[in-house]
């Protein structure tokens, strides 16, 4: 069963938002996760080795470049169409 609920860390305990439907002193596995997103890692500069582009900075081509403009392009274009009165 897999169940998603909210709730606040209080020392060692968390105190769930609501009843998590489990009977008591049953064996759970908890996986935390903060509500907000941290930010870069200390030390982090825009395309540094540790961004996905950065790490494959030696692998790009321009055939890469002409497939991005390609993309940039085709999204410019409008996505709707006159429709004749």
Do not use: K, Y
């Not at 395309?47 to 392009?73: F, K």
Request: no cysteine; charged share 35%.
């Amino acid at each position: 069963m897999n169940v998603v609920l909210r709730g606040t860390v209080r020392g060692r305990m968390i105190e769930l938002d609501r009843d998590p439907g489990i009977e008591e002193n049953r064996v759970v596995e908890v996986i935390l996760r903060t509500r907000q997103l941290p930010g870069p890692p200390p030390g982090w500069e825009p395309g540094s080795t540790e961004t996905a582009a950065g790490m494959r900075a030696d692998a790009w081509t321009p055939e890469d470049d002409r497939i991005l403009e390609q993309i940039h392009q085709e999204r410019q274009r409008s996505a709707f169409r006159e429709i004749p009165e």
